[in-house]
């Protein structure tokens, strides 16, 4: 299971940095998508990075965010920069082919963590 960590509350403009980590090499073969689900809206992909370091960002967070892994520390990091109060959400990660995580077809998901940024 993948645990994700490093949410918090922070003012608008400021920073944070999520950490994603896995037990096992679950990541190095595989693509690790970031998500967030704001409350009353569904989940959104936000950040993802492929085995070889593709990254892919939706617009909303583009410039703002930066996907990053570690393969050897089993570890999967998402730099948020800029942060808005719209970009409060529980925010989650897993991993998968590429496929599955575009689409966010996973049958479970971990317990996530709070980012909430104020005005």
């Known amino acids: 299971q993948l645990q994700a960590s490093g949410g918090g509350l922070v003012q608008a403009g400021g920073s944070l940095r999520l950490s994603c980590a896995a037990s096992g090499n679950i990541f190095s073969a595989n693509t690790v998508g970031w998500y967030r689900q704001a409350p009353g809206k569904q989940r959104e992909l936000v950040a993802t990075v492929t085995s070889s370091g593709t990254t892919y960002y939706a617009n909303s967070v583009k410039a703002r965010f930066t996907i990053s892994r570690d393969n050897a520390k089993n570890t999967v990091y998402l730099q948020m920069n800029s942060l808005k109060p719209e970009d409060t959400a529980v925010y989650y990660c897993?991993?998968?082919?590429?496929?599955?995580?575009?689409?966010?077809?996973?049958?479970?998901w971990g317990p996530g963590t709070l980012v909430t940024v104020s005005s």
């Open positions: 897993n991993a998968g082919p590429t496929v599955i995580v575009a689409r966010g077809a996973f049958g479970s």
